[in-house]
């Protein structure tokens, strides 16, 4: 697979994302993913870079390009402590209309950007999934509702952690 | 060979609620394996979900996604019987897709 310096894509991307040529997208996503026509078929890069950083402010960042702010109109669904880190059950919620996507990171992890899903117009602003936990972190939801970004954390004990060794 | 995707998609009212269970390891690269060796990530990227040609659904993951991920959500302007289709592909290029009938 042909590696183009991927940062440098990156950047390119968030340029392109900006200026809203989603022509060009398509053409990026088509080199970056030689191998995968499937995803360039779809129109989606995956969001790469945001996922390799540390830290949750600055995967919000990687990932938005801008920080979010606290609401209790998010909603998180977890559990006070987690037995098992492999394994942790969160649900996020919100009765913010105009939802576009919602993202969890969990602060602690190697990575912090655990999962971030994309709501098209008529899909609910609901999700459900179970992930990985090193230790005890806080875990953040973050809303993306008309173009600005709304969050809600929870601290979750990890009893074992998920990340083995 | 048996497919690694699981899903039930349930119609009541205007609302499709849908539950995906998938199988992949999802090795997060973290691990070391009982040789002391790490075992280099292997995890699923991205999930799409499809009804009547439209994404309804996107799924970005990284390593930190459970073994076996689960996911719920719901959608609206699905149908009994109508196909909804259920695609991923991972970090190695590795993908499979499949269809289900909203029930």
Redesign the interface.
């Given at each position: 697979m042909i590696h183009l310096s991927p940062g440098r894509v990156d950047a390119t991307r968030r340029l392109v994302l900006k200026g809203g040529a989603v022509v060009a997208l398509a053409g990026i996503a088509g080199i970056r993913f030689g191998l995968a026509p499937a995803l360039a078929a779809a129109n989606d890069a995956y969001p790469d870079a945001a996922f390799k950083v540390k830290g949750a402010d600055g995967a919000i960042q990687a990932l938005y390009g801008k920080a979010a702010e606290k609401s209790d109109k998010v909603r998180m669904d977890a559990p006070e402590i987690a037995e098992n880190g492999a394994v942790v059950p969160v649900s996020v919620t919100t009765t913010l209309p105009g939802v576009t996507s919602i993202a969890i990171f969990v602060a602690e992890n190697p990575n912090a950007l655990a999962a971030s899903y994309r709501i098209p117009a008529g899909t609910m602003p609901s999700v459900a999934n179970r992930l990985k936990m090193a230790k005890t972190s806080n875990v953040i939801a973050v809303v993306e509702a008309g173009g600005k970004l709304y969050s809600a954390s929870k601290e979750i004990k990890v009893t074992i952690g998920g990340c083995g060794g | 060979m048996a497919s690694t995707i699981r899903v039930r998609a349930t119609s009541s009212g205007d609302?499709t609620e849908v539950q995906a269970l998938i199988q992949h390891p999802?090795d997060?690269g973290?691990?070391?394996n009982s040789a002391g060796e790490l075992i280099p990530p292997h995890f699923i990227?991205?999930l799409?979900f499809e009804h009547g040609g439209?994404?309804?659904?996107?799924?970005?993951?990284?390593?930190?996604?459970?073994?076996d991920?689960?996911?719920?959500?719901?959608?609206?302007?699905g149908k009994k019987g109508d196909d909804l289709k259920i695609?991923w592909?991972d970090n190695k290029?590795a993908?499979d897709s499949s269809t289900a009938k909203i029930q």
């Amino acid at each position: 697979m042909i590696h183009l310096s991927p940062g440098r894509v990156d950047a390119t991307r968030r340029l392109v994302l900006k200026g809203g040529a989603v022509v060009a997208l398509a053409g990026i996503a088509g080199i970056r993913f030689g191998l995968a026509p499937a995803l360039a078929a779809a129109n989606d890069a995956y969001p790469d870079a945001a996922f390799k950083v540390k830290g949750a402010d600055g995967a919000i960042q990687a990932l938005y390009g801008k920080a979010a702010e606290k609401s209790d109109k998010v909603r998180m669904d977890a559990p006070e402590i987690a037995e098992n880190g492999a394994v942790v059950p969160v649900s996020v919620t919100t009765t913010l209309p105009g939802v576009t996507s919602i993202a969890i990171f969990v602060a602690e992890n190697p990575n912090a950007l655990a999962a971030s899903y994309r709501i098209p117009a008529g899909t609910m602003p609901s999700v459900a999934n179970r992930l990985k936990m090193a230790k005890t972190s806080n875990v953040i939801a973050v809303v993306e509702a008309g173009g600005k970004l709304y969050s809600a954390s929870k601290e979750i004990k990890v009893t074992i952690g998920g990340c083995g060794g | 060979m048996a497919s690694t995707i699981r899903v039930r998609a349930t119609s009541s009212g205007d609302t499709t609620e849908v539950q995906a269970l998938i199988q992949h390891p999802m090795d997060s690269g973290f691990v070391k394996n009982s040789a002391g060796e790490l075992i280099p990530p292997h995890f699923i990227q991205q999930l799409t979900f499809e009804h009547g040609g439209k994404p309804v659904f996107i799924a970005d993951w990284g390593p930190a996604v459970s073994k076996d991920p689960y996911v719920k959500f719901s959608f609206k302007g699905g149908k009994k019987g109508d196909d909804l289709k259920i695609s991923w592909i991972d970090n190695k290029g590795a993908s499979d897709s499949s269809t289900a009938k909203i029930q």
